[in-house]
């Protein structure tokens, strides 16, 4: 049976303080939702190659800590 790779970019913004620049990070995910890899962003990518986007506007610094996630279905860097 093969395994498919997502590709998941997550977004930490805090949304009580909006010049807090957004932590920016780059899972890879399989089927069963397990994360493979994850690897922190410096910027936005220019190019849109992301199969899911998820946001946590918490303020939370890393991916361990958030409990909750909204996912963008138009965002601008989705796959078409």
């Not at 949304?15 to 957004?22: M, N």
């Not at 992301?50 to 965002?75: I, M, P, Q, S």
Request: charge should be positive.
């Amino acid at each position: 049976m093969k395994r498919t790779v997502r590709i998941v970019l997550v977004i930490l913004s805090n949304r009580l303080h909006r010049t807090q620049k957004a932590r920016l990070l780059e899972l890879e995910c399989d089927d069963g939702g397990h994360i493979l890899a994850e690897r922190k962003l410096r910027s936005l990518p220019r190019a849109a190659r992301f199969d899911e986007v998820w946001e946590n506007d918490d303020g939370k610094t890393d991916l361990a800590t958030c409990h909750r996630f909204k996912k963008h279905y138009r965002h601008p860097l989705l796959k078409a």
